[in-house]
């Protein structure tokens, strides 16, 4: 038996009037690739930004049916939206940066999960942005 890390039962997603998803139900295994396809503006982009809930911040929008991730029921009452975004992370095709420093953007999911050692965060950014090999580009 598959482990289901994603379930979608019945979801639809509005902004404002306009209904763009419609009756999505679907599972999505875990450690498995899960691929979704379709034309430009068919909704994909839509249901992926559901599944860790960042249409919220979209005025007039809203979900409807269920988006379950570990059993849990995402859009229930009482659900801590960053720790769902910690499990659901997302990787965009065109970068989407914070406005602010290249140090401050790859530090920020160190500081969200509480790390607060300033030496450690140092580090870990120099580290990444070595492997990325672009350090000596940014390092000023």
């Not at 997603?13 to 009756?23: I, M, Q, S, T």
């Not at 049916?65 to 975004?85: A, H, L, S, T």
Request: charged share 30%.
């Amino acid at each position: 038996m598959e482990n289901i890390k994603i379930k979608a039962g019945n979801f639809n997603f509005y902004y404002g009037k306009a209904h763009v998803l419609k009756n999505i139900s679907m599972d999505i295994a875990a450690n498995k690739v899960t691929g979704i396809i379709g034309p430009s503006g068919c909704g994909k982009s839509t249901f992926l930004r559901s599944i860790n809930r960042m249409n919220d911040t979209i005025l007039g929008a809203r979900a409807e049916g269920n988006m379950f991730v570990d059993d849990k029921d995402i859009y229930g009452e009482g659900i801590d939206v960053v720790d769902i975004r910690r499990k659901v992370g997302m990787v965009f095709q065109k970068s989407n940066p914070f406005p602010k420093t290249i140090f401050e953007n790859v530090a920020y999911g160190l500081r969200i999960n509480g790390v607060k050692d300033k030496y450690y965060i140092q580090d870990r950014v120099e580290k990444s942005l070595k492997d990325a090999a672009i350090w000596e580009e940014v390092k000023d």
